[in-house]
């Protein structure tokens, strides 16, 4: 019955690592969205993909890259981990320009 | 572009009393929606409330309104009867209008830190 999941709920891995983080909406949605919450709690955009189409790329570093293999899926992968990309990362979806419904989020540790 | 500012990083109320956030925005733009989220400790962001810019009437949601003044940029929510269960974070957000497809993305402020005191 979950609108918005991800996986994994966490992640521990070293610098240097490459990793994913999946994302799936059964609500019928044609927009889905990644944000990132930084230490301070702070959101920001980073990716929103609208019909398989990327929308909004907010000064995010290549390293990191959106794939959707389909309208429900946005999938964030990320490259060469870094220290500074250790956050919380959200997946979000909504219909238009109707509210946002988000995942339960993804705690993201580099070491 | 839009910026959304919460000028009080963390507040404190009486259960069953009642609690005004402030949430301010800046933009150009006519027509524009804004939301208050919750995120409790479990993270979950949940939304509270939606308004939307051409509506003049302030929206509401059971103990949850809001208190709109789009000249004033100004769009506060006011938490009636305070419960334990409201004590989380509470984030103002602002969505742009597109010209298809709905594909922005929200503009947060930094958040207000709601404590309910027993």
């Known amino acids: 019955d979950t609108a918005v999941s991800q996986t994994p709920k966490y992640l521990v891995t070293q610098m240097g690592n490459d990793k994913s983080i999946k994302c799936e909406q059964n609500?019928?949605?044609?927009?889905m969205y990644w944000y990132k919450q930084d230490s301070k709690k702070f959101l920001k955009i980073m990716f929103s993909?609208?019909?398989?189409?990327?929308?909004i790329n907010e000064t995010v570093p290549n390293r990191f890259s959106p794939k959707s293999p389909d309208k429900a899926h946005l999938n964030l992968h990320i490259n060469s981990l870094e220290l500074g990309d250790s956050a919380v990362y959200f997946c979000?979806?909504?219909?238009?320009?109707?509210?946002?419904?988000f995942g339960p989020g993804t705690r993201l540790t580099v070491l | 572009a839009q910026t959304v500012t919460q000028s009080q990083p963390e507040m404190s109320v009486q259960e069953a009393e009642t609690v005004t956030l402030s949430c301010t925005y800046d933009?150009?733009?006519?027509?524009?929606?804004l939301f208050w989220y919750k995120q409790p400790p479990s993270r979950q962001m949940i939304l509270v409330i939606r308004?939307?810019?051409?509506?003049?009437q302030n929206a509401t949601e059971n103990r949850f309104s809001v208190n709109f003044q789009k000249a004033a940029k100004s769009f506060s929510l006011k938490i009636s009867d305070s419960q334990l269960g409201d004590a989380a974070m509470y984030f103002c957000?602002?969505?742009?209008?597109?010209?298809?497809?709905?594909?922005?993305?929200?503009?947060f402020g930094k958040g207000t830190h709601l404590i309910i005191q027993p």
């Open positions: 979000a979806s909504s219909q238009g320009k109707r509210t946002q419904f």
């Open positions: 609500l019928g949605h044609d927009t």
């Open positions: 993909y609208n019909n398989k189409e990327l929308i």
């Open positions: 933009t150009s733009e006519s027509d524009y929606y």
């Open positions: 308004q939307e810019a051409y509506k003049q």
């Open positions: 957000a602002y969505r742009s209008p597109s010209a298809g497809g709905g594909a922005d993305g929200l503009t």
